[in-house]
């Protein structure tokens, strides 16, 4: 789930981690195709969010990430299965 920081405070009471000063976690997106890697990335970045790392493409490997508004990181990816067995 997506929450304001205020409603999300109610599911804990540990305090709120600032990720524009730290990384609390960097959540990872499996899709289904390169083209969809790309579409999820480019709406991010439309809609506001940073480059984190240049784009990794290993062939049967494909990842783009970013930072939202938040400061959180976000990791969107493709894997080709088959191509583990040449890695």
């Given amino acids: 789930m997506l929450l ?3 409603f999300f405070q109610t599911f804990t009471p540990k305090g709120i981690a600032d990720a524009s000063q730290t990384t609390e976690v960097i959540n990872a997106l499996s899709v289904e195709s390169r083209s ?5 990335a480019d709406a991010a970045f439309l809609a506001g969010a940073r480059p984190v790392n240049p784009p990794q493409d290993y062939g049967w490997m494909y990842g783009r990430s970013f930072q939202d508004l938040d400061g959180h990181l976000w990791e969107v990816g493709w894997m080709d299965p088959a191509g583990l067995s040449s890695a």
Avoid at 36 to 40: A, C, F, G, K, P
């Fill in 4 to 6: 304001v920081e205020k």
């Fill in 36 to 40: 969809r890697v790309d579409q999820l």
